[in-house]
């Protein structure tokens, strides 16, 4: 990713990540600062490990904590390390050690780099496990090696003959848990006294709704938290428990949402949509609610509802598409719609706007300002959609026309220079309208020459302008989706 800021990464987890502001924007100030620091290294071999960064989330499960800190490596093209706290011991324990991280770190580095390694990303999830209990014999917990590595220092671990070693003051480490009965403290406190917490003072009286932005380190202690590690970590910050807008939201316009999955998955191999109603997104939304696992229940309760499909879809060939739906008494139903894949294949399923215009400027717009050339990319356009199948020789003609009319209209208005195909959508969004398109152009440049000409020739092709202007639009998201699957990136 170019022109890393705290708001550019913003920018991109909150299309994944529904309804966590606070969040996000506090991880991507981290992230931006660890990214200064990962550069300078890499630029200079100085270290710069201050100000060292340790983070805290507390949050309900399900809520977008690891999934956030996943986007972000992938953003700064940094290993995200995500280890299960809960399952880690104390060194000389039966199980996974503190220090066999940094053999994580080592081995996700591309080539053992050891910029990228000691850089990496560490997410402890379910850190709040490892404070559970403060009774008894906890000497096989790891709360005194974490201590050392969240700290910074040189850490060893030794395992089947091979030895590693690492510096962690470098490493960006976020702990994440839900901490649940930490609200049952906070609410003891604030019905008792006033105190002042990470994020907003006492109110007047009990707020509805999560009480997490309240907590303080007092409260934190009493949960089980040592003040030692309490002193290691730079941040303390909170997810929000999501509302039905935001589950709402999950499902039709992040790429996290189950159904664009299975809709990407299956379109770009078999031709075959997965959709869902509106009514089945407000169901669905509201048993999320319901439940205490937030919106890792949509996922399964897609899944849950796909299996009779999935099970034939692959042999069927007259299945074009599956759909989630709503059916007596609210409950959620998938069904097929049998139109033929080898005859018809229907529009290219973006749940979004967002996603459109996420699929369209992730492809390159690369042409030279020729005639043969714009010609050339246009017929490669049309060549890599399924959308020619239902269409006439005439409105395929007429849509390579008004690709390369659009193509053409950017080369000259851009000079070809850090463009994406989203830049040749928009071009033919100005194309629905006639009079503006015929106002416009006056054919001075041999590109604007170029689009008029292909443009006049569009027109003797086609009974319907707007509905061209949809077909070639579809090419256009038709072949961005095949560039992605073909350069690796199926997943945006």
């Known amino acids: 990713m170019d022109n890393i800021t705290p708001e550019t990464l913003y920018q991109e987890l909150s299309k994944n990540v529904i309804g966590q502001e606070g969040y996000l924007k506090s991880l991507c100030n981290a992230a931006w600062l660890h990214h200064l620091r990962y550069q300078h290294y890499k630029q200079t071999g100085e270290v710069i490990d201050k100000p060292k960064q340790n983070i805290l989330c507390i949050g309900p499960s399900g809520t977008g904590k690891t999934l956030a800190v996943e986007q972000l490596g992938k953003l700064l093209n940094l290993p995200v390390i995500i280890e299960n706290a809960s399952m880690l011991r104390g060194e000389g324990w039966k199980g996974r050690s503190v220090s066999s991280i940094i053999t994580r770190c080592i081995d996700s580095a591309p080539d053992k780099n050891e910029a990228e390694a000691t850089h990496s990303i560490v997410c402890l999830d379910e850190i709040d496990k490892i404070f559970k209990s403060r009774l008894g014999d906890n000497s096989f917990l790891p709360v005194d090696n974490l201590l050392t590595f969240m700290a910074g220092s040189?850490?060893?671990?030794?395992?089947?003959?091979?030895?590693?070693?690492?510096?962690?003051?470098?490493?960006l480490i976020i702990c994440l848990g839900a901490f649940n009965g930490l609200e049952g403290i906070i609410r003891e406190r604030l019905a008792g006294k006033a105190s002042i917490g990470f994020s907003a003072d006492k109110p007047a009286e009990l707020p509805q709704g999560s009480l997490l932005p309240y907590a303080t380190e007092e409260d934190l202690y009493k949960y089980g938290i040592s003040n030692e590690f309490l002193g290691r970590i730079s941040l303390i910050t909170h997810t929000n428990p999501l509302s039905l807008d935001n589950y709402s939201n999950i499902l039709t316009q992040s790429t996290a949402s189950p159904v664009y999955q299975y809709d990407d998955l299956l379109y770009k191999t078999l031709g075959v949509h997965i959709n869902i109603t509106d009514d089945a997104v407000t169901c669905m939304a509201?048993?999320?609610?319901?439940?205490?696992?937030?919106?890792?229940?949509?996922?399964r309760i897609a899944t849950d509802l796909l299996q009779t499909q999935l099970y034939t879809v692959a042999s069927d060939t007259s299945v074009d598409s599956i759909e989630i739906g709503c059916g007596e008494n609210n409950c959620l139903v998938a069904y097929q719609t049998h139109l033929g894949?080898?005859?018809?294949?229907?529009?290219?399923?973006?749940?979004?706007?967002?996603?459109?215009?996420?699929?369209?400027?992730?492809?390159?717009?690369?042409?030279?300002?020729?005639?043969?050339?714009?010609?050339?990319?246009?017929?490669?356009?049309?060549?890599?959609s399924h959308r020619k199948m239902i269409l006439s020789e005439e409105e395929i003609i007429a849509d390579v026309y008004i690709i390369a009319a659009a193509i053409a209209r950017q080369l000259l208005e851009n000079n070809g220079k850090g463009m994406t195909m989203e830049h040749v959508g928009q071009m033919l969004d100005t194309f629905y309208d006639m009079d503006i398109r015929h106002q416009k152009y006056s054919c001075v440049h041999?590109?604007?020459?170029?689009?008029?000409?292909y443009l006049t020739e569009a027109e003797k092709r086609v009974a319907d302008w707007h509905e061209a202007i949809e077909d070639a639009r579809q090419m256009l998201l038709d072949y961005c989706s095949a560039w992605l699957f073909n350069h690796g990136q199926a997943e945006l």
Request: glycine letters at 4%; proline letters at 4%.
């Open 286 to 299: 509201q048993q999320a609610i319901d439940s205490n696992e937030g919106a890792r229940l949509l996922a």
């Open 446 to 453: 041999p590109l604007e020459h170029i689009c008029v000409e």
């Open 341 to 384: 894949r080898e005859d018809l294949y229907g529009v290219f399923c973006i749940v979004s706007p967002e996603l459109e215009r996420k699929t369209l400027s992730s492809v390159p717009l690369s042409c030279i300002r020729g005639r043969n050339e714009i010609i050339e990319l246009a017929n490669s356009i049309k060549d890599a």
């Open 154 to 171: 040189v850490v060893t671990h030794t395992d089947n003959n091979r030895t590693c070693k690492m510096d962690t003051s470098s490493l």
